[in-house]
């Protein structure tokens, strides 16, 4: 996600299928269980325990974070029906899914964005 800034990525199952969506929320969940960090830790500077606590979460599983259901939209969904969509769950991406269920791409906002500005919507 850092690598390429993206805020969120879906995820597949063994045979491309989604299952799921992983964002920064689920993340910063997984990362800090408590939604923050301790006070003392933030306070005093405590590194070594924050640290071994991100350490200790790097055996985490990406499943059991990931935000499933995912909701998505296919290769044929009308951009307006999906941007509508994405206004009503406040959503930034959807993942495309092709044939079988397979992600074929994520619609982001940006996306529909470039659409309007360009007249495509």
């Not at 850092?2 to 990525?9: A, F």
């Not at 070594?48 to 290769?75: C, F, K, W």
């Amino acid at each position: 996600m850092d690598l390429y800034q993206v805020s969120g990525l879906p995820v597949v199952d063994e045979t491309g299928v989604l299952v799921g969506m992983l964002t920064e929320h689920d993340v910063i969940r997984a990362l800090l269980p408590e939604g923050r960090l301790e006070a003392v830790e933030r306070r005093e500077g405590d590194t070594e325990a924050l640290v071994t606590r991100l350490h200790r979460n790097q055996e985490l599983r990406v499943g059991d974070y990931m935000t499933a259901p995912a909701i998505s939209v296919t290769e044929t969904t009308d951009l307006l029906d999906a941007a509508a969509l994405m206004l009503s769950r406040r959503l930034k991406r959807l993942p495309v899914t092709g044939e079988g269920g397979q992600v074929v791409g994520v619609l982001s906002r940006i996306d529909v964005c470039q659409a309007i500005l360009e007249g495509n919507l």
